[in-house]
Structure formats: structure tokens, C-alpha cells
């Protein structure tokens, strides 16, 4: 019963004729200029994407390598006050 809820409305392959034949009639001949557009957002979303990316990447290495810098600092000032007691 619950499975003829959820699929209320697919598109068989009639419904899909029909939804291309509308397309091509809304669209005509500005279909190839549509198509194109659609690629050309479709790209630079991807690259906005990556740009982040690369920045949170940036970010989590500027951060390990401060991390990294603050313990070496640490543990040299804990060594030399180590051999300033034995002295």
C-alpha cells in the first residue's frame, strides 16, 4: 500500500516523449544556446567548488603547521631550561 503512495507519478517513456516534445517547442532553436549556457554554469559551479576546497585545504595546513611550530617550540624551551637547572 505504501509502495503506491510513494510512486504516484513516475514518467514512463510516453510521459517522457512528451516532456522532450514540449522542451523542443519552448526552447526551438535557442535549445543549442540553453544547452550551452547550462554547461557554462555547470563549470563554473565546479570551480567555485574547488576554490573552497582548496581553501579549507590551505586553511587545515596553515593550521597543523603553526600546531607543529608551537610543539618544537615548546619542547626547545623545555630543554633549555632543563640544562639551565644543571648548570
Do not use: H
Amino acid at each position: 500500500m505504501n509502495m503506491n503512495i510513494l510512486a504516484i507519478w513516475t514518467p514512463g517513456p510516453m510521459e517522457m516523449i512528451v516532456i522532450a516534445a514540449v522542451g523542443l517547442i519552448i526552447f526551438g532553436n535557442r535549445l543549442p544556446e540553453v544547452g550551452r549556457s547550462l554547461g557554462k554554469s555547470i563549470i563554473e559551479f565546479k570551480k567555485g567548488i574547488k576554490g573552497v576546497k582548496d581553501e579549507m585545504d590551505k586553511a587545515e595546513n596553515t593550521m597543523e603547521t603553526k600546531s607543529n611550530a608551537s610543539t618544537v617550540s615548546s619542547q626547545t624551551s623545555s630543554t633549555e631550561n632543563d640544562y639551565t637547572k644543571e648548570s
